[in-house]
């Protein structure tokens, strides 16, 4: 509990509702639950009655583990924790549920997430798993709306014979005691990791980190085109004029071996096309992204043009009408409706309201693949009815009902008070709505609460007071407090 100090007041759980998919990934369906993360659920973990997920992000902002999530099957996992460990990483490697990879960072205290954030996915680039998710997802939650943020499932889910294990530095399978006692040994500091520099020497001066990766550790066999044709995206980004003899000068440096002639006039010929990017979704380049270093790069993929940004996993918050948080690397949190979140041109209005970006618009049915695919992996969250906007709305109604600014007679309902007799209080519409704005209550639109006082039995009630009408809603009147509070006597003298 100490080495997954995360979020305190919501954890998540994964029921396995399938075998596998076609990538051999166990599918299942995530929950996220509110409630304090207690010993007995950590009990139920490691004794296989109930799967855990923690939350990273705390409420500020803050976390004190991170991860990054390899989601690719099968996965040779010695050989990537060879690379951990020559590579000199603070990461404790811990096999899924489905044979994939979580790669943990554990602090000895807490540091910004958008900090740790930036520096696991300068680790994953440096690794190869670029295009790899990051815990934490968020950089800050919108706690106000009910946010709380993406949850990842822990290790040592039926500790005796887990699957879900760790490996060690010497590339040994280690008990659930052995894992706690290399996390602590591995625990660092933000000081620490500053001093961690894992980005590659610039061989190519302004260009694109994965490049950077590339030509230091050399093209993958199979993809030398690909890799060329980058190369000649870059060459024509930093050199216009010049571009194809930097291009050839490319090829003979860090091809091995180089494309032949002909091979090198076809990649000149395609980049010659008035549009040109880099293919930053496809190999070999995509392994080793880090997109948000990538668009400060001269010759990178810059704001223009660059696609649509990463996104985090989406979050739907069961309120009515739905709450959804999405994660926009590089610009931060957002709180859409399903209208938002359903067509692209809303979904760019948002984000330039709120993040300050432009993303492109996308066709139809490309936007509708894209919500598709964060619709199959979504953290349903599931909140007490005190804490929906109805809910909410109950309060604040009960509030305005009993507060101390009450009218004395009917005559004051004008001056914006409510009058409660025996059974009923008396108010207009217009004077609650008011109440709301000062409580700076916008989940509900005007109809919705006119509606939910008529669902909840308030009728409507008209008096003629001094020859003035006053159109006002009737609803029971609340109970009021009549017992005093017992506050403590201070004892000894006080200063102000």
């Known amino acids: 509990m100490d080495l997954f100090e995360g979020y305190q007041e919501a954890y ?72 951990i460990v020559d590579g000199g990483l603070p990461l404790v490697l811990c096999r899924t549920k489905s044979g994939g990879a979580h790669l943990y960072l554990f602090l000895k205290e807490h540091a910004p997430a958008e900090i740790i ?68 040994e591995l625990r660092t500091t933000k000081e620490q990791l500053d001093k961690i520099n894992v980005r590659p020497t610039e061989l190519l001066r302004g260009g694109p ?24 995206v870059y060459a024509r980004k930093s050199c216009p004029d010049t571009w194809p003899n930097l291009l050839q000068e490319l090829n003979q440096k860090y091809m091995d071996p180089p494309l032949n002639v002909s091979e090198v006039q076809g990649v000149i010929k395609s980049v010659s096309k008035k549009e040109f990017q880099y293919m930053c979704s496809q190999p070999p380049i995509k392994q080793h992204c880090n997109a948000p270093v990538c668009r400060s790069c001269e010759h ?25 948080f999405l994660e926009v690397e590089g610009g931060g949190r957002l709180e859409l409706t399903t209208e938002q979140l359903q067509h692209p041109l809303q979904f760019q209005n948002v984000c330039m309201s709120v993040l300050n970006i432009m993303p492109p618009i996308t066709k139809r049915d490309e936007w509708q693949a894209i919500v598709q695919h964060l619709l199959a992996e979504v953290t349903v969250v599931e909140v ?91 609803v029971p009147s609340f109970d009021q407090q009549t017992e005093s509070f017992n506050i403590p006597k201070q004892e000894g003298k006080v200063t102000y």
Not at 209 to 232: D, S, Y
């Open 12 to 83: 998540g759980t994964y029921k396995i509702t399938g075998k596998s998919d076609e990538k051999n990934k166990l599918i299942g369906k995530a929950y996220s639950l509110k409630g304090p993360v207690t010993v007995e659920l950590w009990s139920d973990h490691v004794n296989g009655k109930q799967g855990l997920g923690i939350i990273p992000i705390c409420k500020d902002s803050t976390v004190k583990f991170a991860a990054i999530d390899i989601d690719e099957y099968p996965l040779d996992l010695i050989s990537l924790n060879k690379n």
């Open 384 to 474: 007490p009815p005190e804490a929906t906007p109805q809910g909410i709305l109950k309060q604040h109604l009960e509030e305005f009902c009993t507060s101390r600014v009450q009218a004395r007679s009917e005559e004051e309902i004008l001056l914006g008070k409510p009058w409660t007799t025996n059974t009923k209080t008396y108010f207009r519409l217009k004077d609650f709505l008011s109440y709301l704005e000062r409580q700076k209550f916008r989940a509900l639109d005007l109809n919705y609460v006119a509606m939910y006082l008529r669902d909840g039995g308030a009728v409507k009630h008209f008096f003629n007071v001094r020859g003035k009408g006053i159109n006002c809603y009737a």
């Open 300 to 324: 990178g993929i810059g704001n223009n043009g660059a696609g649509m940004p990463r996104f985090g996993t989406l979050s739907k918050l069961l309120t009515d009408p739905p709450i959804w």
């Open 117 to 184: 954030q930036r520096k696991m996915r300068e680790f994953a680039a440096y690794l190869g798993y670029g295009a790899s998710e990051i815990f934490p997802k968020q950089t800050r939650l919108i706690q106000e709306r009910g946010d709380i943020g993406q949850w990842i499932n822990m290790p040592y889910f039926v500790a005796p014979k887990t699957t879900r294990f760790a490996l060690g530095r010497n590339h040994d399978t280690l008990d659930l005691p052995g894992f706690c006692k290399l996390a602590f």
């Open 209 to 232: 980190p994965c490049l950077q990766t590339l030509c230091k550790q050399g093209f993958p066999e199979g993809t030398r085109n690909n890799g060329l044709f980058n190369l000649g």
